[in-house]
């Protein structure tokens, strides 16, 4: 499945952004660590740099990861999008940059709160998930001590752990040294 550059982007920054309290503590606890979020994953336009700021990305934060939990359950799920849609007062409409020449959707004014952009954002990239039939790509980690949320961008859609905590590897380390012990001695 492929989707647009934007919709992929937008995916894996709300996982980011959900996983900011989940892996290792909050790390979205102070405006700079906002602001160093915000710069590596590329969002541009209106900061505030403010705890007023701070305080609605996180409760966007805390929104994305229920949403997350609602992968198996389609209308669920669009109810929550049409509400975030909603909620963000989104208005697409299309643009370009010279570092991304390729015309994408922008949602909200560049002047409008952060979070609304963000949830603007988001929400128009899960109703491209939702649209396409892939809310199967939504999932968190399988390690039973993590948890991340991830989006499956994989071909066959079986990736089952996240990047954020070296999981998939500790598990298979787990896994085989299980295997190791029943052998027994070689």
């Not at 949403?67 to 049409?82: G, H, I, K």
């Not at 909620?87 to 909200?108: I, M």
């Not at 963000?118 to 128009?124: D, I, L, N, S, V």
């Not at 939702?130 to 809310?135: A, Q």
């Amino acid at each position: 499945m492929n989707f647009s550059h934007d919709t992929e982007l937008s995916l894996r920054s709300a996982c980011a952004l959900v996983n900011t309290d989940r892996v290792d503590g909050e790390q979205l606890g102070q405006v700079a660590a906002l602001d160093d979020f915000l710069t590596e994953w590329g969002w541009t336009g209106r900061r505030d740099r403010d705890d007023a700021e701070l305080a609605a990305v996180h409760a966007l934060r805390t929104r994305l990861g229920a949403m997350w939990t609602l992968a198996r359950d389609e209308e669920a799920m669009v109810a929550e999008v049409n509400a975030l849609l909603a909620d963000t007062q989104a208005r697409p409409w299309l643009t370009r940059h010279a570092e991304l020449p390729d015309w994408h959707l922008h949602l909200a004014d560049d002047q409008d709160p952060l979070a609304r952009r963000m949830g603007a954002e988001t929400a128009m990239a899960l109703a491209d998930v939702i649209r396409d039939g892939e809310l199967r790509r939504l999932k968190s980690c399988a390690a039973p001590d993590c948890d991340a949320v991830l989006i499956d961008l994989s071909r066959n859609r079986s990736r089952r752990f996240c990047d954020t905590g070296n999981c998939g590897n500790r598990q298979h380390v787990a896994a085989y040294r299980e295997r190791r012990a029943q052998a027994g001695p070689a």
